[in-house]
């Protein structure tokens, strides 16, 4: 018992302590990738595991953390990493507005609704040239670091902060008034819960967390184009498919998520015949996830114990 | 006695017809009002116009002295009218007393302050032994007593009950009376929808009839059960089937 | 306004009206399936991609000509729908899970895959299918020789408008005269009731999905004559048949065609007048405007209010 309350805090100092063993470069880069699509999956099981409100779009607000990290470079030479806390402003009021023009909608119109956002602001961002950089993207041509260590040390922290407060917000009132929402929203409003408010709020949390991944991913990677950051299927389809292979609503799935996805996609991508067919895999998995445990691993762990109790017995 | 409820000349309408037409009535502060009628008379429609869920086309409902007819659910719930839904709405994947405390919050600063509430609601509504059992794996009687147990613990001045005896057993009919009795000796005011005509003529200080949506009669238990136009309407109908 | 300005104008709605048509048979698909099955099917432009490509190899392989392969693609797109709604959609219907919208989801996984096996077998180039009528047109001033202003009419745009007109108008006849498109109205306007007077509704669920697919098929068959093909085509034309949907209102064959005209117009007039690239950002304006303003679709509009 003691060691599940604690486990978070001993993987934290664990993690905090691998850059000292003198672990290769490619494998702290791995790992980078791995705690980033950790925030960005918490930040999405947020709205969407706990809130019942499922977006296709993250990638708008991925995408908005990282153009506007981008853009104060470019355009105002400022330092990228001003975007962590000059995107929180940016993404709040864009995650207002899309409320307040999608949360209305219930159910798979909500889904249609930010998935056509991303898209709207990846063919914004293609065509705005002149303020964007269009096709041609944003590159940043001096690094802060060319050793991997600090970005590794920054994006721990923004997971654990993250994981923290995600975990007291699902905890407090906000929490089963999110879940409320996702279970019975007549039943929610009858309980005098104002449920666009809360939906909102969920909104606003999720973007903003989601936002800071990508500023800090423009940071990291010193590149990018609208294509990459507002990506459908590879930022928004993947963000939930880290949800749902890890379990939703659970506070470990998005990270064991992530850790699965990246993983996954590294191993197809160094495989040369089969990196090409990188989707159709995570096409398979989706379905196979959906099908057989659909709340991911996490989420059905039961399920599965049941399962290889039963195979063993066999 | 001052209305805790005022229903003026509200009048409901879904594409032309109309649900609830032009019907008036009050509910007195501390007593319980049954609404009652044949099926489709439109209880459940007026029931969702005053606690918010639907505008009315006409007329307004006032909540002691204050109009609410302009008003969200989440609103009129905040300012003390708490309802049940005849067909249950329990949150699902959530235990009962998770299902209670999200309601608690509503008049809670903190979690164990609405833990507190949840946990006295409980006891209050004789649900407290099921209180780690997933909520959609409830038997009916207790998910309905658990709709009851919810509207309760936001602490309202007025109840809405929406059939909360159908479908139970004898055993749970008698619980859930005795649970109305002491909701009422706590001074909150009750409108119920009933069908079971025991039950509603045993608790009832007053009823109101609706018939294809207009109100057909209004009086005391005695009165209503001496109403020609009602035994006709209604009454008459029950003993039929 | 002077006449060249006209001109483009008049050619500008032309053309959307054309590429309207086009749309309205993608949407009717999309509305189809989503009215029986209350299902959003992300894979939609997927499937019409799988039919050009049919349509493609009929013609690059066996010189078919690609309106004659409507009749080879739509039934292996009816077919290809069948199986998706049998093994894959119905068993998520009937899982529980904590995410309400997981056939939104599956649908996802399902177009993935389909847009890459296709971009795996034919890769990722443009593909096209020359026909010798491609650029062939009529123009106004061939039939009226003192006309004020040309006007063009391009061939092979017509003959795929004439087409989708024809399917659509079959399709309206299978579904207001026989039993079989009686029973899925019948399921889509109310399901229980439906189970009750004896349809099969799980058989009307599958047909209607094949029956959706190979709506798109045809359309896919009907664009590939004026239109370039690659694998990541999907994406783009299942958002365009929700625009249209829900332009429409859900689950109205009429509003689909309505929906499909007026998506084509505004598109072909953001595409002159603001700039190609825009097109795709136009047809999101007027969806967020649809889904705020006339949550009923269009129709909604001319229906009396009372």
Redesign the interface.
């Known amino acids: 018992m003691d060691l599940k309350k604690y486990a978070p805090f001993i993987i934290l100092g664990l993690l905090a302590l691998l850059p000292l063993t003198g672990i290769s470069t490619y494998m702290l880069h791995v790992l980078i990738i791995v705690i980033m699509w950790s925030v960005i999956g918490m930040a999405w099981n947020l709205l969407g595991g706990y809130c019942g409100q499922v977006s296709f779009g993250h990638a708008a607000f991925f995408g908005m953390g990282a153009y506007t990290a981008g853009l104060l470079y470019e355009k105002l030479g400022m330092s990228a990493w001003w975007g962590l806390p000059i995107s929180v402003p940016v993404v709040t009021v864009f995650a207002l507005v899309m409320g307040f023009i999608f949360l209305r909608l219930r159910g798979p119109f909500f889904a249609l609704g930010t998935l056509a956002m991303g898209v709207i602001l990846r063919i914004t961002a293609e065509n705005l040239t002149g303020f964007t950089g269009g096709d041609l993207g944003i590159m940043i041509r001096e690094r802060t670091w060319v050793d991997k260590t600090w970005y590794f040390y920054i994006i721990l922290i923004l997971a654990a902060v993250t994981y923290y407060v995600i975990k007291k917000v699902v905890e407090s009132k906000l929490g089963y008034y999110f879940v409320a929402i996702r279970e019975d929203q007549d039943a929610a409003e009858s309980l005098g819960i104002d449920t666009t408010l809360y939906k909102t709020i969920a909104l606003c949390l999720s973007a903003v967390i989601t936002g800071l991944a990508g500023a800090f991913y423009m940071n990291y990677m010193g590149y990018i184009d609208p294509k990459v950051v507002f990506a459908l299927h590879d930022i928004s389809v993947v963000t939930i498919m880290v949800v749902m292979v890890g379990g939703v609503a659970t506070f470990s799935g998005p990270i064991i998520g992530a850790l699965i996805m990246v993983l996954l996609a590294e191993v197809i991508r160094s495989i040369p015949k089969l990196g090409m067919a990188h989707h159709t895999f995570f096409g398979i998995l989706l379905i196979v996830i959906i099908i057989f445990l659909p709340n991911g691993i996490a989420g059905d762990w039961p399920k599965l114990k049941k399962i290889f109790a039963k195979g063993k017995t066999a | 006695m001052t209305a805790m409820l005022e229903v003026k000349g509200v009048s409901r309408f879904f594409g032309g017809l109309a649900a609830v037409n032009d019907v008036s009535f009050h509910v007195n502060k501390g007593e319980i009002l049954a609404l009652i009628g044949p099926n489709g008379a439109g209880k459940t429609t007026l029931f969702n116009v005053v606690d918010g869920f639907y505008p009315p086309s006409r007329g307004e409902v006032l909540f002691k002295g204050q109009l609410i007819s302009n008003r969200k659910p989440h609103q009129i719930c905040k300012l003390g009218i708490a309802r049940t839904f005849q067909v249950v709405k329990p949150l699902q994947r959530m235990s009962v007393l998770d299902n209670v405390i999200a309601s608690a919050f509503l008049r809670s600063k903190n979690k164990s302050e609405a833990q507190d509430i949840a946990v006295e609601t409980m006891k209050f509504t004789d649900l407290y032994d099921d209180k780690d059992v997933i909520s959609k794996s409830l038997p009916l009687g207790k998910r309905k007593r658990l709709e009851i147990a919810r509207a309760l613990a936001t602490r309202p001045e007025m109840l809405l009950l929406d059939e909360s005896f159908a479908g139970l057993n004898h055993a749970e009919l008698n619980v859930s009376i005795e649970i109305i009795r002491k909701i009422k000796e706590k001074g909150i005011t009750i409108m119920i929808i009933e069908h079971h005509m025991k039950v509603i003529m045993a608790i009832s200080d007053r009823i109101v009839v609706l018939s294809y949506g207009e109100k057909l009669a209004e009086g005391t238990p005695a009165e209503i059960r001496e109403n020609p136009a009602v035994i006709e309407a209604y009454l008459g109908e029950a003993q039929n089937a | 306004m002077t006449s060249p300005q006209l001109e483009v104008l008049l050619q500008t709605i032309i053309a959307g009206l054309l590429l309207g048509g086009l749309y309205a048979l993608i949407g009717i698909g999309m509305t189809l399936i989503m009215g029986v099955m209350k299902?959003?099917n992300l894979a939609h432009g997927e499937l019409m991609m799988v039919a050009m490509y049919i349509a493609y190899v009929l013609y690059s392989s066996f010189h078919i000509d690609p309106y004659l392969s409507v009749f080879l693609a739509a039934p292996v797109l009816f077919l290809l729908g069948v199986l998706l709604q049998k093994y894959?959609i119905t068993?998520?219907l009937r899982?529980?899970?904590?995410?309400?919208?997981?056939q939104?989801?599956?649908t996802?996984?399902?177009?993935?895959?389909l847009?890459?096996?296709a971009?795996?077998i034919f890769s990722s180039d443009y593909r096209s299918t020359p026909v010798d009528y491609s650029t062939k047109a009529w123009y106004l001033t061939d039939i009226w020789k003192g006309s004020p202003i040309e006007l063009s009419l391009s061939m092979p745009w017509s003959v795929s408008f004439v087409f989708a007109v024809l399917i659509t108008v079959a399709l309206w006849f299978f579904l207001a005269k026989t039993d079989l498109g009686k029973s899925i109205r019948a399921t889509a306007q109310d399901k229980d009731a439906a189970t009750l007077m004896g349809v099969n509704v799980g058989f009307m669920r599958i047909v209607s999905f094949g029956l959706g697919s190979s709506l798109v098929g045809a359309a896919g068959c009907l664009f590939i004559p004026i239109y370039y093909l690659y694998p990541d085509l999907g994406?783009q034309f299942t958002?365009i048949a929700?625009v249209i949907t829900?332009l429409g209102g859900l689950g109205s064959t009429v509003g689909a065609i309505v929906g499909g005209l007026i998506l084509g117009v505004f598109e072909s007039l953001t595409a002159t007048y603001i700039?190609m690239?825009?097109a795709?950002?136009g047809r999101?304006v007027i969806?967020?405007l649809a889904?705020?303003f006339i949550p009923g679709g269009i129709l909604s509009l001319f229906k009396r209010r009372?």
């Open positions: 299902i959003i894959l068993p998520v899982v529980d899970a904590i995410i309400p919208e997981n939104v989801i599956l996802v996984g399902i177009g993935m895959v847009s890459n096996v971009a795996i994406g958002l929700f829900i700039g690239g825009w795709p950002v999101f969806f967020v889904l705020i009372r």
